[in-house]
């Protein structure tokens, strides 16, 4: 199983993004997914989840800046990033608590992260 985030870049304050991250290989069922991000020198933290059933839940520091989505047919989860901040800098892991096939539990797995750098 692998999660492979993309969209990442550099964007001025004010302006957006929007992440991509697909979830492939073999797996049965995917519960909740989300992203978290980690700025320089701090600790990883929550930005947003969705679970299976569409609720979603947000940081904060991102409510009514940012949005996040799935498409449960492609295992893919989205986050629109809206009015960026300088603080928005980091980098972005997408995340996945699934049932690999042939496992009996969930499992969490990280993608490898996307840099998101705000700046003008």
């Known amino acids: 199983v692998q999660l492979q985030a993309s969209g990442g870049g550099l964007v001025q304050p004010g302006g957006f993004l929007r992440l991509s991250c697909a979830a492939s290989g073999s797996i049965f069922r995917i519960n909740t997914m989300g992203w978290y991000r980690q700025a320089p020198g701090k600790e990883r933290e929550l930005v947003a989840t969705?679970?299976?059933?569409?609720?979603?839940a947000y940081a904060d520091s991102v409510k009514g800046r940012f949005a996040i989505s799935r498409d449960s047919a492609k295992n893919t989860v989205y986050l629109q990033m809206n009015r960026l901040k300088p603080e928005d800098t980091a980098v972005y892991y997408c995340?996945?608590?699934?049932?690999?096939?042939?496992?009996?539990?969930?499992?969490?797995?990280w993608g490898r992260g996307t840099l998101v750098t705000v700046s003008s």
């Open positions: 995340n996945g608590i699934l049932i690999p096939s042939g496992s009996l539990s969930y499992m969490r797995y």
């Open positions: 969705i679970t299976s059933d569409g609720s979603t």
